[in-house]
C-alpha cells in the first residue's frame, strides 16, 4: 500500500502538504502527489466506515475489531496533513467522521486498556 510510507515515516508528511491556495494551489511533485492521492483514498474510506456506523448501516464492534489498529495509527499521523488541507481547500469538514471515529475509539481503547489493568 503506497499510504504505508507515509504512515511508517519513510516519508515527511510534509513532502505531501500542497502549498498555495484554493485558488492558486502548487502541484506537487509527481511521487508526493501519488502518495497524497494514496491518503486521500485511505482517508476515504475510513470516512466511508465511519459514515456506515454513524448510519446504522455497519456493526460498529466488529469493525473496530478489524479495524482499530488502522484508525488509531494513522489518524495520529495524519492529523497534520488533514488540518493542512482543511485551511487550504477552506473547509474545515474534511475528514471530519473519520476524526470523531477516531476520537471515539481512541477513548474506547483507552477505558478497555485500563479495565484489563
Not at 500542497?18 to 501519488?34: F, I, V
Amino acid at each position: 500500500m503506497i499510504a504505508r510510507t507515509v504512515l511508517r515515516h519513510d516519508v515527511s508528511i510534509d513532502t505531501i502538504m500542497m502549498r498555495g491556495t484554493k485558488e492558486t494551489p502548487e502541484a506537487l511533485p509527481n511521487e508526493a502527489a501519488r502518495l497524497r492521492d494514496a491518503l486521500i483514498q485511505q482517508c476515504g474510506f475510513l470516512e466511508t466506515v465511519a459514515l456506515s456506523i454513524t448510519h446504522g448501516r455497519a456493526d460498529e464492534e466488529a469493525l473496530f475489531q478489524y479495524f482499530k489498529k488502522s484508525v488509531l495509527t494513522s489518524y495520529p499521523t495524519l492529523e497534520r496533513w488533514i488540518d493542512h488541507e482543511r485551511v487550504l481547500w477552506g473547509g474545515g469538514t474534511f475528514f471530519e467522521h473519520y476524526e470523531a471515529l477516531y476520537r471515539r475509539w481512541n477513548a474506547r481503547d483507552g477505558a478497555d486498556k485500563a479495565s484489563e489493568a
